[in-house]
């Protein structure tokens, strides 16, 4: 059974940082490509980024580019979105993605 358990989300002031964990299990995750989306209030999902299984091909949404980094450590079966400088308007709830799979989603909220 895949499971993942996002964590890492709070509150944080504009320009602020945090960064993102999911753990996974039950499927192969050094072999699996994975996604982190969002969903804001009132809205649909939004791929933010995306990451191959080796790491070293990544995707970005163009309204993070150059603010949020993904990454990914094989061998804790973990994957990561380090974000900086945030903005009121990335505000959701985070989920990781693995072939449609989703966990529990993480909330981000930056206000001041």
């Known amino acids: 059974e895949v499971q993942l358990v996002e964590s890492g989300g709070g509150l944080v002031q504009p320009g602020g940082s945090l960064r993102l964990s999911c753990a996974a299990s039950?499927?192969?995750?050094?072999?699996?490509?994975m996604k982190w989306v969002r969903q804001a209030p009132g809205k649909g999902l939004e791929r933010v980024s995306s990451?191959?299984?080796?790491?070293?091909?990544?995707t970005y949404a163009d309204s993070v580019k150059g603010r949020f980094t993904i990454s990914r450590d094989n061998a804790k079966d973990t994957l990561y979105l380090q974000m900086n400088s945030l903005k009121p308007e990335d505000t959701a709830v985070y989920y990781c993605?693995?072939?449609?799979?989703r966990g529990q989603g993480t909330q981000v909220t930056v206000s001041s």
């Open positions: 993605e693995y072939l449609n799979n």
């Open positions: 039950g499927f192969p995750f050094s072999s699996s490509s």
């Open positions: 990451i191959s299984h080796s790491g070293f091909s990544t």
